[in-house]
């Protein structure tokens, strides 16, 4: 019988497939999962909402379908924590803000739905920055979430807590959401494997869709839910049980054309033609960052047959429209109702972003600013299979901060080292974020890998060749071993 930490170290295709062999019960695995969580979260604060009971109750309902003979899912008895901007109906959905204390959604989103009826055990919410306008892991309602590679860093955010989590072996999955890239940036400074599926592909509701819930309620045609994993083909299968459309999202694709873990094998890369940008052309970047990546990219093209090509799509950043296309996908009248009643207490570049007399011109140019990326970024990729970047500009900075403010000796603005990851979500392409290597002080650098439009399985290939020729799964923080 494997040992709590044994178990608490395996993947998630792993022990699903070990609970319906009745090799472990789903409450073997919630136990040790809880016992670990008891011993590191005093130590990292990655669950706002630790739920065991919850987690224990739906371990038993899992094992009781096994004995009864009955199919458990494919997740059967896997642990997964949610992030806390992600609606739970039996788990409140606080959001990182004192507005929304002790806040019950009347339903849970798609992705919880379809998690649980695959037979996961939710573990918790873990936590997130206010209402997840925010790289970084700190709020006003809960702790700040701790990077388990060292906890005098930020874990990146906004999905703060599921990276976190899962980085310290408090089960092997959890739902990340990816606004401007916060499934891609915890998941670079947590050592992770964070998939943001083409636009449509995993469903979206009431988070984003529900004008019930200012803040809640936001960003919908630049958000994506995703998974954050350990392995490649952990996230492969949690895209094959959360995506699928869905009549309440009237973005969601068809079922995809195209078997997910299939496409999470090492697949032969040879011929592929690949595009390598390490700064798109502008941004700042740190040397260390610079390096790594360097180091990462050259492996496509010395062991896995790609030929590499420097190139930039060749766009002006678009920083200030990114930010435009946020808030014309924010509720203002809402959100400043929050505001008014609850600013004092509410995270201060979010109440200033809130109040900025935004005028009519502001949410237009992005608009037409966000068809000029798209437009570039297609035309660009019509010469090659996929698209390498550093997924951000800095490794791990120190808590409470919204990012450095000088990068490679230039001063830059607080979310400048977001360079590589927002764009995707202005063009909906398919995005990952898989290990490029370590700095010299141990703190995890992520390679963002970018397909055509709609071309998930190209991402998900090249992500599992890349984790074949340098495996990271072994490779614990020094919280954990």
């Known amino acids: 019988m494997p040992q709590a930490n044994e178990i608490c170290r395996m993947d998630a295709v792993?022990?699903?497939?070990?609970?319906?062999?009745?090799?472990?019960?789903?409450?073997?695995?919630?136990?040790a999962v809880i016992?670990?969580?008891?011993?590191?979260e005093p130590h990292l604060h990655a669950f706002c909402t630790p739920a065991p009971d919850h987690a224990r109750a739906a371990a038993r309902r899992v094992d009781a379908k096994i004995a009864a003979g009955e199919d458990a899912g494919p997740l059967a008895g896997v642990p997964v924590g949610i992030k806390d901007l992600v609606c739970t109906r039996d788990l409140p959905t606080v959001s990182g803000s004192v507005a929304y204390e002790g806040f019950m959604a009347e339903e849970d989103d798609v992705v919880v739905e379809r998690l649980t009826a695959a037979g996961a055990v939710i573990l918790g919410k873990t936590n997130v920055p206010e209402f997840g306008y925010s790289g970084a892991s700190?709020?006003?309602?809960?702790?700040?979430?701790r990077n388990p590679w060292n906890p005098e860093r930020s874990p990146g955010g906004?999905?703060?807590?599921?990276?976190?989590?899962?980085?310290?072996?408090?089960?092997?999955?959890?739902?990340?959401?990816?606004?401007?890239?916060?499934?891609?940036?915890?998941s670079s400074f947590c050592g992770l494997v964070g998939v943001k599926a083409s636009m449509g592909r995993v469903p979206l509701y009431p988070g984003c869709r529900d004008e019930r819930y200012p803040g809640?309620?936001?960003?919908?045609?630049?958000?994506?839910?995703?998974?954050?994993?350990?392995?490649?083909?952990?996230?492969?299968?949690?895209?094959?049980?959360?995506?699928g459309p869905d009549e309440r999202d009237r973005h969601s694709l068809p079922a995809a054309d195209f078997d997910w873990?299939?496409?999470?094998?090492?697949?032969?890369?040879?011929?592929?033609?690949?595009?390598?940008s390490a700064d798109w052309g502008y941004a700042a970047v740190d040397p260390e960052v610079r390096r790594i990546v360097g180091e990462a990219v050259r492996v496509f093209e010395s062991e896995l047959g790609c030929t590499v090509e420097e190139a930039n799509p060749g766009w002006d950043d678009p920083y200030l429209t990114f930010w435009g296309l946020v808030a014309a996908e924010t509720d203002l009248a809402g959100m400043r109702r929050l505001v008014a009643?609850?600013?004092?207490?509410?995270t201060?570049?979010?109440?200033?972003f809130i109040t900025r007399p935004w005028t009519a011109e502001d949410l237009t140019n992005a608009v037409i600013g966000r068809k000029a990326v798209v437009n570039r970024m297609w035309r660009f990729m019509q010469g090659y299979d996929f698209l390498l970047t550093p997924t951000l500009a800095c490794p791990p900075f120190g808590l409470y901060m919204q990012g450095p403010e000088i990068i490679e000796g230039r001063l830059v603005p607080p979310f400048a080292w977001l360079a590589f990851t927002f764009p995707m979500n202005m063009t909906g392409q398919p995005a990952a974020s898989v290990p490029a290597g370590w700095t010299e002080d141990g703190l995890p650098v992520g390679l963002q890998i970018v397909g055509r439009h709609l071309d998930d399985p190209t991402v998900l290939r090249a992500a599992a060749a890349f984790e074949a020729a340098r495996p990271w799964r072994g490779r614990w923080p020094a919280l954990v071993s």
Not at 18 to 26: C, F, G, H, Q, Y
Not at 164 to 175: D, E, I, N, S, T
Not at 348 to 352: I, R, T
Request: net charge negative; hydrophobic share 45%; charged share 20%.
């Open 348 to 352: 201060p570049h979010l109440v200033d």
């Open 341 to 346: 009643e609850h600013g004092a207490r509410m």
């Open 158 to 186: 906004s999905s703060a807590g599921s990276g976190a989590a899962v980085a310290a072996g408090m089960g092997p999955l959890a739902v990340g959401s990816d606004g401007g890239g916060s499934v891609r940036i915890p």
């Open 261 to 276: 873990l299939a496409c999470a094998k090492a697949g032969d890369l040879r011929g592929c033609r690949v595009a390598y």
């Open 216 to 243: 809640v309620s936001s960003w919908e045609g630049i958000e994506h839910i995703g998974p954050m994993t350990r392995t490649v083909a952990d996230s492969a299968l949690m895209l094959s049980v959360m995506a």
């Open 14 to 31: 792993t022990l699903a497939a070990k609970v319906r062999a009745k090799e472990l019960s789903a409450l073997e695995v919630a136990d």
């Open 138 to 145: 700190h709020n006003a309602v809960f702790e700040a979430t």
């Open 35 to 40: 016992a670990h969580m008891e011993r590191v």
